[in-house]
């Protein structure tokens, strides 16, 4: 089982940055994912963009690039994103999500999600 706690979200003004964290606990394999989603009200939740583990490589979704970064941490198991230039149309339910394999299934968690609103 693993353990995402999330924090960093909140109320800013378009233009604005914010920073969300995201630590994983438990029994973690090395072949693994951790990523971030959004969901707005009405909408589906969508990926954010995400990073594997033990790697530089990332993938951000259209809407962000060039905004929001994405890193993490392999000692800590925690996951970042940095928010620049923020958007009203930025404005939901940030989730933390965490994808890990050991060779045969794979294992997907959550995190409780944190709220990001951009006042125009």
């Known amino acids: 089982q693993v353990q995402l706690v999330e924090s960093g979200g909140g109320l800013v003004q378009a233009g604005g940055s914010l920073r969300l964290s995201c630590t994983a606990s438990?029994?973690?394999?090395?072949?693994?994912?951790m990523g971030w989603y959004c969901q707005a009200p009405g909408k589906e939740r969508e990926l954010v963009a995400s990073i594997p583990g033990g790697s530089i490589t990332n993938g951000y979704v259209e809407s962000v690039k060039g905004r929001f970064t994405v890193s993490r941490d392999g000692a800590k198991n925690t996951v970042y994103l940095q928010m620049n230039s923020l958007k009203p149309e930025d404005t939901a339910v940030y989730y933390c999500n965490f994808v890990m394999w050991d060779g045969n299934r794979e294992f997907e968690f959550w995190g409780q999600g944190t709220q990001v609103t951009v006042s125009s």
């Open positions: 438990g029994s973690i394999f090395n072949f693994n994912v």
